[in-house]
């Protein structure tokens, strides 16, 4: 018996020029009791498909069938009725309300102005709770608990409205590697009698690790299916790109770098991060997202009188614009809001925050013609950048093209320190391994580089030393190459691992 | 002794159309619209309750017709700040402005000037005891709705979480649209208490910015029923006191300057930690 039965699934959203495919003709196919992955790179069309099933958008054509019957959602009511439940990448919680007010919400049986039933729910709740082992207290607020038990009040709120079919969009993406392998072996459970998981994802590891079937999404249509227990990490992503892929990071970092002179050295940021990073390391900072990430890297650039040295200069009372004028490189954190301007060309781009650099602009003011389009067959050639159009809007760009062109305007610095966040966020699988490699070029020929990332598996393959950030501190440092994720990981949960 | 009553008892009865305004207040900005215009629903709630009162000749068929007034400014209001998203204190401004005019031109028409409704004999009028019973009973009722119902859980959510209101399945547009309505109404029914309770008429400026006053309330009370209940007897407290000395020593217009000058003292003051509703005023 299948669960969620899928034919010719087509969405379009626009129209004219601007008309995007979203899903053409997809197929799923996805039996009673089993985990299914739908992975696939930004945009592929896995979350428009789900939001599909989900009944938050409306098919163009095609069928769906739950159970076996023919359906047609017009929203997400509809949905639940037919027992699919859904756990979005952006919890649908409110902080300052208890975890049993989330729960009971849309869920609660009686006249709306009628006295809640808190008493019954709460029963009812600790009763799913004992039964999968996942405890919470129901009377905490959401906003006082981590992120993983946030998490589990969302399945647990799937579990309360008696779904069958469960989609997690992500569900990996904001969790320590403790609190996914808790994750796992709850969905694990869930599956074993007889709930079906659908869970999206792009990392590939992730799907090897907990599904029974997979899909794989590109561009919008089918592009396999297959078996999990058949499957490689090498085929899945050669299914995601359309071409072979080469997964295997460059060699990990070896000891021995990091003897040069300080490029960065930073004291008492946030509740007291010191630390160093020397020409030619690459210093990884490891860490759950919004444990200090952003404010770090937002004082590098914005000091505002904290102790910020730069190339041995001390810049904790700079202006930004004076910070850009030294040989630095910064790949900000999200590159579409404070790295690119969308709609201008890669032209436009790349003169961004150059405006005063005397490479790209006259003493009069006047943009240099010949140094930007220097720069441009650089990015085309050096840095790889398609497709090679002077006009087009960067947001038609991919997301690893996206990157590669703000990676070409920062290398125009000719940088002695790289300052690099999530630089592989977003970015296709096929991109990933040129964005480490010119990292650790960078490196090899005496920057220095801070390396901010939330996939540890990316700090793992390319720090010389790794630190972990917690709650606005330094908890723990290793060299690169003598730890493995699970200490890490450890370290990144702090007390609560 | 009688002096201390007197007081205690005339800050409850000019604080009750304030209560009534800051509990419509609440419903609208706890289901997170924005609501700068109890202003102007208090000024149209006070007009329609004393032409009610007049034509029918019954206190309750004014407040009737106040509250009547309240949902169509609510309903108009909710279309351009719910279905329309305009910018909220734009739309709420536009509407306190509407009302200013609205209110002297009907009274021109129906009464030849420019504001004052004629007087209402004692018995036609709103007993103030009534009133303040009835403000006490919203602000329990309010505060118990919001806590304990589904429909309060439902507002809570539009203001903070509109999407995870949403994703259980309810609109959180249809949740606010329904609250602005009710809000406006209560508001306007403060503008009645005014007009037909504690004067005889409505007479033009009467409102004389206590909308902007109840708003202040709701605020410092945190956007919760009965801390808001709080500071709007204190706002009647400071009132009270300043029309009880008005013969003393002190100029007339230091002591009139009293609610205004405790509601900056208390705003900047004491609200501190307010959080509002996190969705309040957001068109996503």
């Known amino acids: ?5 899928i034919r010719g699934l087509t969405k379009a959203f626009g129209s004219g020029d601007s008309r995007v495919v979203a899903n053409a003709n997809v197929d799923l196919v996805i039996p009673a009791g089993t985990i299914h992955a739908l992975v696939g790179e930004n945009g592929a069309g896995k979350s428009t498909a789900m939001k599909m099933l989900f009944g938050m958008l409306e098919p163009d054509s095609g069928e769906i069938r739950v159970n076996g019957d023919r359906v047609r959602f017009k929203s997400p009511m509809d949905a639940m009725r037919s027992g699919i439940g859904m756990v979005h990448q952006h919890f649908m919680l409110a902080g300052p309300y208890t975890v049993l007010e989330n729960i009971l919400l849309g869920a609660e049986s009686t006249g709306p102005f009628s006295r809640l039933p808190l008493a019954e729910a709460e029963k009812r709740l600790k009763s799913l709770c004992d039964r999968y082992s996942m405890p919470v207290d129901p009377h905490a607020r959401i906003e006082d608990l981590p992120v993983g038990m946030q998490q589990r009040v969302e399945i647990l709120k ?106 960065l050295k930073v004291q008492n940021l946030l509740r007291g991060v010191s630390f160093e990073v020397r020409a030619g390391e690459i210093v990884g900072i490891a860490g759950v997202e919004g444990n200090g990430q952003t404010e770090l890297l937002r004082s590098l650039l914005l000091p505002e009188g904290r102790s910020v040295e730069i190339l041995g200069k001390d810049v904790s009372k700079s202006p930004a614009s004076r910070i850009r004028e030294l040989p630095v490189a910064f790949f900000p954190e999200d590159r579409l809001r404070d790295g690119l ?90 991109a990933i391994e040129w964005i480490h490699r010119k990292l650790m070029d960078a490196r090899d020929s005496g920057a220095g580089v801070l390396l901010v990332s939330s996939e540890l598996d990316e700090i793992l393959a390319l720090s010389d030393r790794i630190l972990v950030l917690l709650d606005g501190r330094i908890v723990a440092e290793y060299a690169g190459g003598s730890v493995d994720a699970l200490t890490i990981g450890r370290a990144m949960g702090g007390a609560r691992a | ?182 809000g406006s109404a209560l508001a306007a029914m403060g503008g009645a208490v005014l007009s037909i309770g504690l ?52 100029p007339v217009q230091l002591m009139q300057v009293l609610p205004y000058a405790l509601t900056l003292v208390v705003l900047a003051g004491f609200v501190g930690r307010a959080r509002a509703p996190q969705a309040l005023g957001r068109q996503d």
């Not at chain 1, 018996?1 to 039965?5: F, L, P």
């Not at chain 2, 419903?27 to 004393?50: H, N, P």
């Not at chain 2, 206590?210 to 919760?224: E, N, Q």
């Not at chain 2, 209940?229 to 008005?246: D, K, M, N, S």
């Open chain 1, 1 to 5: 018996m299948n669960a969620v039965e």
């Open chain 1, 158 to 263: 799937l579990l309360y409205r008696d779904s069958k079919i469960l989609i997690l969009d992500e569900p990996t993406a904001v969790l320590t590697p403790q609190e996914i392998d808790a994750l796992f072996s709850n969905l694990r459970r869930l599956r074993d009698e007889g709930r079906t998981i659908v869970i999206i994802t792009h990392k590939l590891k992730e799907v090897l690790a907990i599904s029974d079937r997979v899909s794989v999404l590109r561009q919008g249509r089918l592009a396999g299916y297959m078996e999990t227990a058949h499957a490689t990490a090498e085929k899945l992503a050669e299914w995601m790109v359309g071409r072979k892929v080469i997964l295997s990071v460059a060699a990990a970092a070896t000891a021995g770098h990091g003897r040069g002179e300080p490029r």
């Open chain 1, 341 to 430: 301007l969308m709609d201008e060309s890669a032209e436009r781009n790349l003169l961004l925050g150059n405006q005063r650099n005397p490479k790209f602009v006259d003493r009069w003011g006047v943009i240099r013609k010949g140094a930007l389009d220097a720069a441009l067959e650089r990015a085309w050639h050096e840095f790889d950048l398609r497709p090679k159009r002077r006009q087009m809007a960067s947001r038609g760009y991919s997301g690893g093209n996206q990157q590669k062109l703000v990676i070409a305007r920062e290398f125009e610095h000719d940088p002695k320190l790289v300052v690099s966040a999530h630089p592989t966020r977003g970015v296709d699988v096929g």
């Open chain 2, 1 to 182: 002794m009688s002096d201390l009553i007197g007081i205690l008892e005339s800050s409850l009865r000019i604080a009750s159309p304030l209560i009534f305004a800051a509990m419509g207040g609440l419903l609208c900005e706890r289901s997170g619209v924005i609501q700068i215009g109890l202003e102007g629903l208090m000024i149209v709630g006070g007009f329609a309750a004393a032409v009610g009162a007049l034509q029918t000749g019954s206190a309750a068929a004014g407040l009737a017709a106040a509250a009547l007034a309240g949902v169509v400014f609510g309903y108009v209001y909710a279309e351009l700040s719910v279905r329309f998203r305009a910018n909220q204190i734009v739309a709420g401004t536009g509407m306190n402005f509407l009302a200013m005019g609205l209110v002297p031109f009907l009274s021109k028409v129906l009464y030849e000037n420019t504001g004052t409704t004629p007087s209402l004999p004692l018995e036609q009028r709103l007993s103030w005891h009534w009133a303040v019973v009835l403000a006490l009973g919203i602000v329990a009722g309010v505060a118990w709705m919001i806590r304990s119902t589904p429909v309060g859980l439902w507002i809570r959510f539009a203001g903070e979480h509109p999407a995870a209101l949403e994703s259980a399945g309810i609109s959180p547009r249809r949740v606010r649209m329904r609250s602005v309505i009710a």
């Open chain 2, 199 to 250: 004067a005889s008429a409505y007479s033009r400026n009467m409102v004389a910015g206590r909308g902007f006053m109840a708003l202040t309330a709701l605020i410092f009370g945190k956007w919760r029923a009965w801390p808001a209940l709080g500071a709007c007897l204190l706002f009647g407290l400071a009132e009270g006191l300043q029309v009880r000395f008005q013969s003393g020593a002190i």
